[in-house]
């Protein structure tokens, strides 16, 4: 059996950006401690990180740019690397920004919006046929120099997964709820630090040995 590949494919939580503690400055963890490249070395397949700093499941940014919309990107994505084996999709941290006025179902209708891309025949048949794994993420909580962006956040971000549990079972793919296994820094209530890092590649690692 070939060595299966993953992709994950989400936001600053999946590129690797630590807590923010200063806006002006622009921080990455290292490969081993970046929670996609800490699936690599459990499993020993071939894992590609596509996290983006800022990506949402569904809109164009004003702020910091259109190539933060997730629907071009995820297609980009899914047409430069592969053939997948299996798919990690972890968004929607972004879209409970106050300036997307995005209820919760709203977020969820970006994701879903999403697995209409990647569960499409001529994507899935490009692969030959790709499994996906759906992560909510951890809800945020409004501290740190990033709240102002994330005024109304948590309520909204806590809402997320029963509907993303929902969607996952309606469309017959796997589901991970992060919030289950890891907290937000209470830094600046978005990123994760190391440990947390660690603990949600275990929980990755365990659902996609189970899919393969």
Same mark, same amino acid.
């Given at each position: 059996? /070939? /060595?299966? +590949?993953?992709?994950?494919?989400?936001?600053?939580? $999946?590129?690797?950006?630590?807590?923010?503690?200063?806006?002006?400055?622009?921080?990455?963890?290292?490969?081993?401690?970046?929670?996609?490249?800490? +699936?690599?070395? %459990?499993?020993?397949?071939?894992?590609?990180?596509?996290?983006?700093?800022?990506? $949402?499941?569904?809109?164009?940014?004003?702020? /910091?740019?259109?190539?933060?919309?997730?629907?071009? *990107?995820?297609? !980009?994505?899914?047409?430069?690397?592969?053939?997948?084996?299996?798919?990690?999709?972890?968004?929607?941290?972004?879209?409970?920004? =106050?300036?997307?006025?995005?209820?919760?179902?709203?977020?969820?209708?970006? !994701?879903?919006?999403?697995?209409?891309?990647?569960?499409?025949?001529?994507?899935?048949?490009?692969?030959?046929?790709?499994?996906?794994?759906?992560?909510?993420? $951890?809800?945020?909580?409004? +501290? *740190?120099? !990033?709240?102002?962006?994330?005024? *109304?956040?948590?309520?909204?971000?806590?809402?997320?997964?029963?509907?993303?549990?929902?969607? %996952? =079972?309606?469309? *017959?793919?796997?589901?991970?709820?992060?919030?289950?296994?890891?907290?937000?820094?209470?830094?600046?209530?978005?990123?994760?630090?190391?440990?947390?890092?660690?603990?949600?590649?275990?929980? +990755? $690692?365990?659902?996609?040995?189970? /899919?393969?």
């Amino acid at each position: 059996m /070939m /060595m299966p +590949v993953v992709m994950c494919f989400g936001d600053s939580n $999946t590129h690797g950006t630590p807590p923010i503690v200063d806006l002006a400055r622009y921080e990455r963890y290292g490969a081993g401690v970046r929670w996609p490249s800490r +699936v690599q070395a %459990a499993l020993g397949w071939e894992v590609v990180e596509e996290g983006l700093p800022g990506r $949402t499941a569904q809109f164009d940014d004003p702020i /910091m740019g259109a190539h933060m919309n997730g629907q071009a *990107g995820l297609k !980009i994505a899914l047409e430069s690397h592969g053939p997948l084996d299996l798919l990690v999709l972890m968004l929607g941290t972004n879209d409970v920004k =106050a300036r997307f006025t995005a209820t919760p179902e709203a977020v969820v209708g970006g !994701i879903a919006g999403l697995l209409d891309i990647a569960q499409h025949r001529l994507m899935q048949e490009r692969h030959g046929g790709f499994k996906i794994l759906l992560v909510c993420p $951890t809800p945020v909580v409004e +501290v *740190g120099p !990033i709240k102002d962006e994330f005024w *109304g956040g948590a309520a909204r971000s806590q809402a997320l997964a029963p509907m993303y549990a929902a969607l %996952a =079972a309606a469309r *017959g793919i796997a589901f991970l709820d992060a919030g289950q296994v890891i907290k937000v820094s209470p830094l600046d209530g978005v990123h994760f630090d190391e440990g947390e890092h660690a603990k949600l590649a275990e929980a +990755v $690692t365990a659902k996609l040995r189970e /899919m393969i």
